[in-house]
C-alpha cells in the first residue's frame, strides 16, 4: 500500500501480489463475517481444509511482509524529494489508524490499526544496514514462533471460541465495546503480535533495501531456491493438517493450528517467489493484469469487502436462510469478482480509490488531484 507513489512509479509485481492476496484475506475474513462456528462437517470441513492448506495465514504474512516493502519505497522515494520522512510517514500511520478503528465498528477482525501502531517501530529501523534488519527480522520471526512449538509440542489446541462481543447485535449497540476488547486483547496478546508483524515488515524492508523487485534479474536464482524451499518446508505442516483432519468427523482450524501458522510463512514465501519469477514474463503480466489493478485499490477492497459482507449477513439472517462456508465461498468468489470489474472501471477515470486518496490528503495535508482528466 504506497499511496505517495505515482502510478509511472509504481512497482508492477507488488501491486500484484497485494492483488492476489486481498483474494486470500476475503475468503479468510469470510467465515468471521458470517460468525461461522470454528468447526464443520461434511462438504464445508473439506473447504475448511483447503482454507488452511492453501489460504489461513498465508495472505496476512504476504500482506505484513509487502508493508515493509511499501515503507522503504515511501521512505526512499519521499526523502529524494526532500520531504521530511519520519513526520510524513508518521502522519501516514496516524491516518491509518484512524481508518482501521472506524472499520473495527463493523469487523472485529480489522489488520489496519495494528499495521498502524506496529508501523512506528519500523521508522529506527530506516537507516539500518540491511545485515541488521534481516537479523533483527529473523530473530523477531524465530521468537514469534516459541509459544506455537510449544503448544504444538505440548499437543494443545491454539486459539478456540473469542471472548469478543459480536457485531450482531448490530453497529451502535456493540461496536466501541468490541473496538475496547480489540485493544485490551491487543495489549494482552502483545509478545506473540508484535514480533510476528514487525519481523514481517522487517523482511519486507529488507527485500525493498536490497532492490529485489527492481531488480530482479540481479536475484533469479536465489528467488528458485527460495521457491523451491518453501514448497518443501511445506510439506511436513500439509501432512500434519491432513492428519488432523481424517482424525475426526469434525474439523477445524485449532485442530492443527500449529502446522496452519507455520505453512502461513513457507508457502508465503513459495507463493511470493512464483509471481515474482512469473511476472518476469510479459504473457503473465497480461493475465495477472486484473489482479495489479486492484491491488491499486487496496485498502478501498479490503474495506468494501466488509461493507458488502455486512450487507449479505444482514440479508440471511432477514431471509432465516442459513450461511454454510461452500456457500460463502462462492459468494466471496463473485464479490471478488465485482471488485476487479469494478477497480477497473474506476481506475479508467480516477488515478486512486477513494479511501487511497483520503490518505494521500491526510499525508500531505493538502489536497490531490483524483480524476485523470
Not at 41 to 50: E, I, K, M, Q, S
Not at 188 to 209: H, R, T
Not at 260 to 268: I, P
Not at 322 to 341: D, H, N, P
Request: charged fraction near 15%; proline fraction near 4%.
Amino acid at each position: 500500500m504506497q499511496p505517495s507513489i505515482s502510478e509511472q512509479e509504481r512497482i508492477y509485481s507488488l501491486d500484484v501480489i497485494r492483488g492476489v492476496a486481498l483474494l486470500g484475506i476475503l475468503l479468510v475474513n469470510m467465515p468471521e463475517y458470517a460468525y461461522m462456528p470454528p468447526r464443520f462437517t461434511g462438504a464445508d470441513a473439506y473447504v475448511r481444509l483447503f482454507f488452511d492448506l492453501f489460504v489461513q495465514t498465508k495472505f496476512y504474512t504476504i500482506f505484513s511482509f509487502l508493508f515493509g516493502v511499501g515503507f522503504w519505497v515511501f521512505m526512499d522515494r519521499a526523502g529524494k524529494r526532500g520531504e521530511q520522512v519520519n513526520l510524513l510517514f508518521s502522519r501516514r500511520l496516524l491516518v491509518l489508524f484512524l481508518f482501521g478503528v472506524v472499520h473495527l465498528l463493523f469487523f472485529r477482525g480489522d489488520i489496519l490499526h495494528l499495521y498502524a501502531a506496529i508501523g512506528f517501530f519500523l521508522l529506527p529501523f530506516y537507516r539500518k544496514r540491511e545485515g541488521s534488519v534481516l537479523g533483527m527480522a529473523i530473530g523477531l520471526l524465530a521468537f514469534s514462533m516459541l509459544p506455537v512449538v510449544v503448544l504444538a509440542m505440548m499437543n494443545l489446541d491454539v486459539g478456540g471460541a473469542s471472548g469478543m462481543p459480536s457485531n450482531k447485535a448490530g453497529f451502535w449497540q456493540n461496536g466501541w465495546d468490541t473496538i475496547w476488547y480489540v485493544f485490551g486483547n491487543e495489549i494482552s496478546a502483545a509478545p506473540q503480535l508484535l514480533p510476528e508483524i514487525l519481523g514481517l515488515f522487517l523482511l519486507g524492508l529488507y527485500c525493498g533495501k536490497k532492490q529485489v523487485f527492481t531488480q530482479i534479474d540481479r536475484f533469479r536464482r536465489p528467488l528458485r531456491v527460495l521457491q523451491i524451499a518453501g514448497l518443501i518446508a511445506t510439506l511436513p505442516s500439509w501432512f500434519l493438517i491432513l492428519l488432523a483432519f481424517f482424525k475426526s468427523e469434525s474439523y477445524g482450524t485449532n485442530a492443527a493450528f500449529a502446522w496452519v501458522f507455520f505453512s502461513g510463512k513457507t508457502l508465503a514465501l513459495f507463493y511470493v517467489t512464483t509471481l515474482m519469477l512469473l511476472l518476469e514474463h510479459p504473457a503473465w503480466q497480461k493475465r495477472f493484469a486484473m489482479f495489479a489493478r486492484i491491488g491499486k485499490l487496496a485498502i478501498t477492497t479490503y474495506l468494501t469487502q466488509t461493507l458488502a459482507w455486512t450487507a449479505l449477513v444482514a440479508c440471511f439472517q432477514l431471509a432465516g436462510a442459513e450461511l454454510t462456508l461452500v456457500t460463502g465461498t462462492i459468494l466471496c468468489l463473485i464479490l471478488f469478482a465485482v471488485q476487479l470489474w469494478c477497480a477497473r472501471l474506476w481506475l479508467a477515470h480516477y488515478r486512486f480509490g477513494p479511501v487511497e486518496w483520503l490518505w494521500r490528503i491526510g499525508t500531505y495535508g493538502k489536497p490531490q488531484q483524483l480524476k485523470r482528466f
